[in-house]
């Protein structure tokens, strides 16, 4: 196991996921995330996901729709904090 410290280091700066998720995603999924060009990205819509495939999805994106991947942008953690922040939050 890893000492604190260390896995602090390693840890996802939140702020700035937060603000890709409310800006960029926001872009296509509606800046209050309820839905637009994408879909609801609300947690009660989300619930179908575990976080796993979400993660898969936001690093790979949805072939043959306007998902894209953000693998070329986001390390596996910022995805896993991505999925584990829009299925336990309520994005506001």
């Not at 990205?41 to 575990?50: E, F």
């Not at 043959?64 to 390390?75: D, G």
């Amino acid at each position: 196991m890893l000492p604190d410290t260390a896995r602090a280091a390693d840890a996802p700066d939140p702020a700035p996921l937060k603000r890709l998720v409310h800006q960029d995603c926001g872009s296509c999924h509606g800046l209050t995330l309820k839905g637009g060009l994408g879909p609801d990205l609300r947690a009660p819509a989300l619930a179908h996901y575990d976080p796993e495939t979400l993660r898969t999805v936001i690093l790979d994106g949805i072939p043959e729709t306007a998902m894209p991947p953000w693998r070329p942008l986001l390390t596996e953690q910022e995805a896993a904090w991505i999925a584990d922040y829009l299925l336990k939050e309520a994005p506001k």
